[in-house]
């Protein structure tokens, strides 16, 4: 079993996949460190060592994105007049949207109508353009949810559907807090820190009982609202060295690119420069605050969750009073979610329920 920190984080990115390849290799126990296979496991971690080390060495050709960007809905083109696959993808996320192309106009409109139980998360017999968006972001996190499953046994120890801060931290980190000077290199206690101060923020009720919900929350802070500040304030404290509290153009540069005695700049690091003065450094006073840097890392694009409900919205509100019932959006199946029209009715093959 791997503990946490060998699985992909966003606070993890830094390190790179050979360091986090190392750790897992690290953390690893049983017969992987007997006999000839730990010979065979050591001569692995010198490689990735001297991997690694060329890494560090190396100046990077590719600059390092901390912006965190919401996806496209599709990579389709947005015509109705054409098709709706647009909608589909974005209505069920693009590999689900493909299961519905394999079934009959009858199927897809039973299964919507089942979909629409559960759209309508306050049971009023209606979904309104916030349920239709709310629904929209969780087709489009497909994946971070799936991440989450994946994970969750590992930690919930007691099998109680919840995972508690202890439970996190016995399997994360285990006995290695007791060895005051890993040689590895990697300061356990302060990683420990880090996580538990992130998973108190995730915690909305303070019980250091995770739910479900909240771990994601924890796993995956760059996705909830009420967690920005603590991304903002990891990135800051990764680029900030000298602790001042800001993060100036010499440090912002420096998380991109190592000048390793090079005089002659790249040409992307050169607009770096021009993009801080003239766009990160708002106040011009040389450094980017708190604020500045959520605005960098986190910034207000354009909300295709959003748009995509009102859209949804308009076309199938018969009775236009701003919701739609489930009748209004069966009947309106096509644009939510297709299906293979067929003349011959021949067998198709049957999915689970979404």
């Known amino acids: 079993m791997f503990p946490a920190n060998c699985l992909p984080r966003p ?7 050979a360091v986090l390849r190392l750790r897992c290799r690290l953390f690893s126990s049983g017969p992987l460190w007997k006999g000839f296979t730990m010979v065979v496991a050591i001569r692995q971690i010198v490689t990735y060592l001297f991997l690694w080390t060329l890494c560090v060495l190396s100046k990077p050709t590719e600059k390092k994105d901390r912006v965190h960007h919401d996806p496209q809905l599709s990579d389709k083109v947005h015509d109705d007049g054409q098709n709706f ?3 589909h993808d974005a209505f069920l996320g693009a590999e689900e949207a493909k299961t519905f192309d394999q079934l009959t106009p009858e199927e897809s409109k039973e299964r919507l109508g089942m979909m629409v139980d559960k759209i309508d ?3 009023d017999g209606f979904v309104t353009e916030g349920e239709l968006k709310a629904w929209i972001q969780k087709a489009q996190k497909k994946y971070v949810f799936d991440n989450v499953a994946h994970q969750w046994q590992e930690y919930d120890m007691n099998q109680d559907g919840l995972i508690s801060w202890e439970e996190y931290r016995n399997v994360t980190y285990g006995t290695y807090l007791d060895d005051p000077d890993p040689d590895d290199g990697f300061n356990y206690k302060q990683m420990m820190t880090r996580d538990e101060r992130r998973f108190k923020m995730a915690d909305k009720d303070g019980d250091l009982i995770a739910t479900k919900d909240e771990f994601t929350a924890f796993l995956h802070p760059e996705e909830y609202d009420y967690m ?4 903002v304030q990891e990135t800051m404290e ?3 060295k000298n602790a001042d509290g800001f993060i100036d153009l010499e440090e912002y540069i420096g998380d991109m690119y190592s000048h390793d005695g090079d005089a002659e700049e790249p040409e992307w690091v050169k607009t770096e420069r021009e993009q801080f003065v003239e766009f990160r450094d708002k106040n011009r006073d040389g450094k980017m605050d708190k604020e500045e840097t959520k605005d960098w890392i986190l910034p207000s ?3 295709h969750a959003e748009a995509e409900a009102r859209h949804l919205v308009y076309e199938s509100d018969q009775n236009k ?5 489930k009748e209004e959006i069966v009947d309106k199946y096509d644009l939510f979610v297709g299906s293979q029209a067929t003349d011959f009715g021949e067998a198709l093959v049957r999915h689970d329920e979404f």
């Open 121 to 123: 998360t306050d049971k």
């Open 85 to 87: 696959d647009y909608d």
């Open 11 to 17: 606070d993890h990115a830094r390190w790179g996949p």
């Open 238 to 240: 990764d680029i900030d």
């Open 228 to 231: 920005k500040d603590i991304v």
């Open 321 to 325: 009073d701003g919701k739609l019932t």
């Open 301 to 303: 694009d354009y909300d």
